[in-house]
């Protein structure tokens, strides 16, 4: 593995393998296949709300499946996660529920995080997931922290934080890969090269050869991989994991993928990108490449697949309709949690605001 | 308001040579919220840039570029992401001209949508005026209409000093108005009384002016003749104006949609106790934000409503 | 004060392992001010953390930690370079509880030398607390005497919520005092009346504290019997004492060092003006630092004086 | 030249050359040679001078003349300087007087900063010299956005940015870097790597292999000088600046030196480094090596080099006389240049201190 060349298992066809499979059972292939195809249904029926104008905007993770999936296969149960908001299958693979990742798209009160944040921005403290926040890049020095936790106090925990082309711009990729760097901590950092940060090509967000070669810059190794390969994915991140639990340091994994859809429900890619590349990067499409790869191993097969569609589709209806029907979170939540002990100031404007709603309760 | 800002870019660009446009998105796709549309095709990619995701990197640049006499119009995609550019906007920019002995100037424009209303959560609505007006070295506007928009926006253009636009993304798409064609300004430090009355001074600016306006009309119903002021800007902030309406009216409610506790708010009532104290009739009301981050869900619930000022309004007009 | 902090410090990491000291040249060296030493050769490379350049990653990693469960007490060597840190403390730190329902808690610590009177020019003598004290999710205290310092310290150290700890460093070596050995604390969100009066009312806190002791003595010369209110904290605040002693004397100046426009005095005014204009007998003072960047040779004039604070009590107590 | 092996010219007798000398004149080469000597005695006299308690905090170059002379000397006519607060011989090389920079440093009504700030924070437009600020780090994308300018407006201009190897951990080393490599700018960046920031010895700074391999992260050249070796700095620079001049793009050179002294005068390295390391790299000292390349090419000897001294020494205390003989600036620059024009606010409280200073005077 590499931080210039491409590292691959799937071949051009498919079918064969340039190497050998990571050691996984079938059911695990089977398994981080079916999180891949869930995914994608999500997303899809998550465009949909958003159209209904049931959900507030939302982000698809559409051709970044294998990237988000394979790569959080490839933790064990101690680990941690630090995602962005791009990678719901990676919520799903780590144990996440459809109806838990609903609660928090309609933000309602069954919502973990209160009905307090915008879609996509999940956190789940009991299955060891960071709380998602908008600011790009933000996320990596809360993971390098927690790392660096880790090895200060000797627990068993390697953290796996996601993060887009775009973010390695930003302040906190440059300041948490370098910490990482210094003292050798148990983290992942993976990010997902899909080729744009909302309408800005990658050529113009660095001139660097590849992403993974960042690395270099802070002292330890980064791996070029290819991102709509699940195997290739599983087996770098798997590595990676691997040379973090044991002391080795961090390690720089540049999944390289696509965008297939808008940057969220509020862009239109027409206007800054043709079509036509969308549909070359689609033909390398993650989910019907590792499809193929599993039907050719003789543990998958067409009737199956449509079997597993259908049943996701299902699935996702009803968690919708059990989502849906949650209601709203009470007001007081607006004042709650600001600090663990409501202060004075708060406890008056919370009364205000109660006091007056009341009022206007009586007024009709 | 869109349309307005969009043309006041064009009109400015084409007046002068040396103001170029740089931040996320704001070329080839003409912004998220399309204020640069047009600008890339009109003056080409060397007067309009698209950056790498890097606030800093953007008031940092934009910072160099003034040095060298360029005119930089920086955005930022929404004022919940400034802060990164922070230490630039407060340490570098604000007091570069002051340090170098005036051998310098870093006339540089900052954009950015301010505000909720949108239901964008905590990090695509927050409104931190109050963090800029306590930078000396910036000024700080904030239009409520399209013209005001307009005008200030060119006015900006013009000042040689740096300048942190918020433009309240609420009114985007919300507020329409046939404005002057071509170069026209409003003054950066006037505030203007939107609506003139006798009981009650209403200050508020940005997205909060229309509903000030709303307020007022109703009040009128209850006979409380409220004069609304603009404040138009934050910094400098125009208190001959103010004060001569706290004078004929003797009571204040201030609106904005920020926290309340360090808010500008707190300005405004300070400033008018030292200046105007002994024509209070009354305590000054505020109804803001309140103290905690933005919500999603329970937006309606933060935000100053209507009946909310109008609460403000009645307590302080009765007290 | 420096020799206090430290003997926190110390206290408080013995009684917790949690406890972690991060910040750039905090542990070999023990800190540019000395007030981590000792810690390096006593905790070991494990809990006292030099770290490299950068308050982003040290707020940053200082989040991750806390999330791990450790309390980390960051060190911003100069509050003047707690910018490029803002972005984490005001979007990630003060809204992490919030946002994640209460799921997660962040009590990380952040102490920072503040304010002026050492030469330290634009960039050593800031006083930022206005910025903090406007963002939800956050605490701040600064204290203005050693036995507060160690008292504030241990609380923060104990305290489930983000604090903003703010040292004078005019303080550092200029106030020496016995404090308690041991453990103690003062509790946050309490201010301390440090001279009792009936004729006016002084607000202050950190180094202009015993500035305005000096003042409240020379008043009595004059006949005018001032309260001193040490605020201690500034977020939450004590509003409880400042409104009791407002009701007692009826006239106040507010003294800080930072600029005046949309300072801390701009909420201390307008929250006395909400709750005790009908106890006011005169226009709300402030002594304050000027609206321009912290000066360098010309340190002395920009700072609030005795002499500029006695005139604004003299003001304040004939008007 | 490359990133990770270390350029140098100087052989390690010092006599012989390694490569060609740079084409300069001998006048070229005694000017260097000059202004490094000039720099030496300078900070010796300030730190001399804030021991006498006459000027506030003082960080000395002394071991890192070369990077900053030999950098500077390597620029045209056209070219700008975005300094920071430890390279006095570069603004030397760029024509800053000695009285101009006591000035600065003793904050008198004669420097062109009005006495606004501390110590060592030089800026003069007449020289193309941007104005110092504290926040290490922060100078970078002012380079970086001025040479940006340059590019669009088509002018001649090249940009040399200095900063220390604690810089290379900020943001704006990040996002300056990761700007010009995109633009591929005229910029040339040059880091002094004395090992230290601070007392944080680089090996807790980054754990990159060089600080000049970082380059590669945004997709430029980095290149590694013996920081000691005059000629080596000017020679690597001087490419770097003609390769910017020329549309190739920026350069990164680190320059390997070691602080001799304290950080600053408020500094005690011996609590964080012995005296034997500095010793050994003062062995190295790059004075005394270009004075021996000197000599041993003919066009300088010992007494001549006792008169330079001498002459020098002289010169510094009579620049001192000057500057300490001029008065603080006027009250009111206290609120002049905040902004362009007084507003209001500002000449109330202008004029609220004038007439208390002024009450003040009756009282006495
Ligand atoms: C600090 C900051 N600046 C700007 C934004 C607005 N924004 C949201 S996503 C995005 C692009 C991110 O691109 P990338 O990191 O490549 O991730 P992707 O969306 O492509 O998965 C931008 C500019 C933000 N969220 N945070
Ligand atoms: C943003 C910021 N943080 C902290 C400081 C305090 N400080 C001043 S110089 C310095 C070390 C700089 O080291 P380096 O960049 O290697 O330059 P050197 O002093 O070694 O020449 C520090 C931490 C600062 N000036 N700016
Ligand atoms: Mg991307
Ligand atoms: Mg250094």
Known sequence: MSDTE?????????????????????????????????TR???????????????GIYGSSEGEEAIAVAAAAALDEPDWLFPDYRVPGALFERGVTMEETLAQL???????????????HYGSRRLQIASISSPVGNGTPHAVGFAWAAKIRKGPEVVLNFFGDGATSEEGFHTGMNIAGVHRLPVVFVCRNNQYAISVPLRLQTAS??????????GFDGVRVDGSDALAVYAAVRKAVERARAGEGPTLIEGVSYRHGAHSTSDDDTRYRDRSEADAWKKRDPIARFRRYLVARGIWDENRDADLVRELTEAVQRAIDVASAVPVPQIDTLFTDVYHDMPPHLQIQRDELLRHLESRKQAE | MIDALNDALHVGMRANDNVVVLGEDVGRLGGVFRVTAGLFDEFGEDRVLDTPLTETGIVGSAIGMALYGLRPVAEIQFADFVFPAFDQIVNELAKYRYRSGNQFECPVLMRMPVGGGIGGGHYHSQSPEAYFAHTAGLKVVIPSNPYDAKGLLLAALEDPDPVVFLEPKKLYRTTHAEVPEG????????????????????????????????????AAGEGIDIEVIDLRSILPLDLDVVSAS???TGRVVIVHE???????????????????FWDLDAPIARVTGFDTPFPYRLEDAYMPTLERILEGVRTTARA
């Open chain 2, 258 to 276: 920020a926290p309340r506790t360090c808010g500008f708010g707190a300005e405004l009532a300070a400033s008018i106790v030292e200046r105007s």
């Open chain 1, 41 to 55: 249904v999500f997303d899809a029926a998550m465009i949909g709300l958003h159209r209904q104008g049931r959900i």
């Open chain 1, 6 to 38: 491409m590292f691959r298992l799937l071949a051009d066809d498919d079918v064969r393998l340039e190497a050998d499979a990571p050691d996984l059972s079938d059911e695990q292939f089977l398994g981080i296949y079916r999180v891949m195809v869930q």
């Open chain 1, 209 to 218: 050869e590849t992403i993974a070669i960042k690395a270099r810059a802070y």
């Open chain 1, 106 to 120: 309609f933000g309602s009160a069954a919502d973990l995080g209160k009905g307090r944040q915008l879609p996509t």
């Open chain 2, 183 to 218: 170069h026209y300004t409003v003054p950066i430090g006037s505030a203007a009384a939107v609506r003139e009355g006798s009981d009650l001074t209403l200050l508020c600016y940005g997205a909060m002016v229309p509903v000030c306006g709303k307020v007022a009309a109703s």
């Open chain 2, 246 to 248: 706290v004078a004929k």
